[in-house]
């Protein structure tokens, strides 16, 4: 009973919070209407990942670099980095319509990004206006060459999104420093030099961001599994062996790496402006970035920064930027470690995410000695016989395969 009370009082609440936002659109686009209508169009960018802002901002610095009339409004999200749209855009091609940081049990955003959407009816001529993601990927020649993954939810395979074409876009509209706003650019400039600029002169600077355990989703489930343990070792023989100084950006893994000299945990910025400005700055510099199956190495991907990732869900992804290095989860096979070749001749589901425990599949993280492999870049190779309909047959990674 107690459950059905408050299943109850949560859609009241979610329906009441709706007929606000929708006021809130209606009254947006009564204020705003004729700077959008000025504009030869607009897009409404909302995404609660950081990986799918990154996409879609990089997307219209495309758009806007073609023709700067064009107009963004943004959402920002828990997940998400307030200061990358200040980065990536002059404040003529932003309205900052919401923001919710907060780690709260309402999506906020998503149910003022579906009022906000409704409210458009209300105004035929400015809906006309706005660039909806189909349109922004119709503009952009996005296909699909036939890329499947498995769905969880449906139990088959179904179209995925095919970042191999994000990849073509990265490599053929290059970002650099000169790309950015100069001011934001300038002050995250200033920061970094004001709190590391001696720690990090004359070394190798290298970011650290491993992936948050944010969803229960089964894919999601499978990327998150991974030793943090085992990365401290990875980076330990980096800072001994190759002279860097590692920038830890994610918060909740602070306790990991507090106590290794060469290890600056980006969480002692106390302000959260200079906090996520230095984020973006640092992925911006680095030499190197390491995580697990993060979005966060989009940002370094723009950059066309090294990037080296373990624990990769398996087999199915690969990592967007040329000759980047990526290291698979150990898979096992009724208790037994399945090694490369016996996937790819018995085990092509996996390169698929197909991933059924029911069937005794079983995915293990990477070990100690493998994270150290990976981070020495020992062995790298490319692998020219993944099926093809498979995101990893598209992308241009090199892979290292342990025998452990």
């Not at 191999?164 to 970002?175: F, R, S």
């Not at 961001?209 to 599994?225: A, E, F, P, T």
Request: hydrophobic fraction near 40%; proline fraction near 2%; aromatic fraction near 16%.
């Amino acid at each position: 009973m107690i459950k059905y009370f408050r299943r109850f009082v949560y859609i009241l609440i979610c329906k009441s919070l709706y007929i606000c936002f929708y006021l809130k659109g209606i009254l947006f686009f009564l204020f705003n209407g004729n700077k959008i209508k000025a504009k030869k169009n607009f897009f409404i960018l909302h995404h609660s990942a950081f990986g799918w802002q990154v996409i879609f901002a990089f997307l219209m610095k495309i758009l806007i670099k073609e023709n700067e009339n064009i107009l963004i409004i943004n959402f920002t999200s828990r997940r998400n980095n307030p200061a990358l749209m200040d980065f990536l855009f002059m404040k003529k091609n932003i309205i900052e319509y919401q923001s919710n940081i907060k780690n709260t049990l309402i999506d906020y955003n998503k149910i003022s990004y579906n009022a906000l959407i409704s409210s458009l009816k209300n105004f035929p001529k400015i809906k006309k206006k706005i660039i909806t993601i189909e349109k922004l990927y119709k503009i952009l020649n996005y296909e699909n060459n036939e890329v499947y993954i498995w769905d969880f939810q449906e139990n088959k395979l179904n179209k995925y999104f095919d970042y191999k074409w994000l990849d073509n876009l990265i490599e053929k509209h290059k970002i650099n420093h000169k790309d950015l706003n100069q001011k934001t650019l300038r002050i995250a400039k200033k920061i970094f030099d004001i709190y590391f600029g001696k720690r990090a002169l004359g070394k190798n600077i290298g970011s650290i961001s491993l992936r948050d355990k944010v969803s229960k989703y089964m894919s999601d489930d499978l990327r998150q599994i991974n030793n943090p343990k085992n990365y401290v070792h990875g980076v330990k023989w980096l800072i001994k062996n190759k002279n860097y100084i590692f920038f830890n950006h994610n918060p909740n893994y602070d306790n990991y790496f507090k106590n290794i000299k060469g290890v600056i945990n980006l969480s002692i910025v106390k302000n959260k402006l200079e906090f996520y400005r230095l984020n973006i700055y640092i992925y911006s510099i680095n030499k190197l970035f390491i995580s697990t199956h993060s979005g966060s190495h989009l940002v370094a991907a723009l950059f066309r920064r090294k990037i080296i990732l373990g624990d990769v869900w398996p087999l199915s992804q690969g990592v967007s930027g040329k000759n980047n290095i990526i290291m698979p989860h150990n898979i096992y096979y009724k208790n037994k470690k399945l090694f490369l070749n016996e996937i790819i001749k018995n085990h092509k589901n996996l390169f698929f995410g197909n991933v059924d425990k029911e069937l005794g599949y079983e995915v293990r993280p990477n070990t100690k000695k493998q994270i150290i492999d990976l981070v020495k870049q020992t062995k790298k190779r490319k692998i020219l016989n993944f099926p093809k309909k498979s995101l990893s047959y598209l992308r241009d990674n090199y892979y290292i395969i342990s025998k452990e």
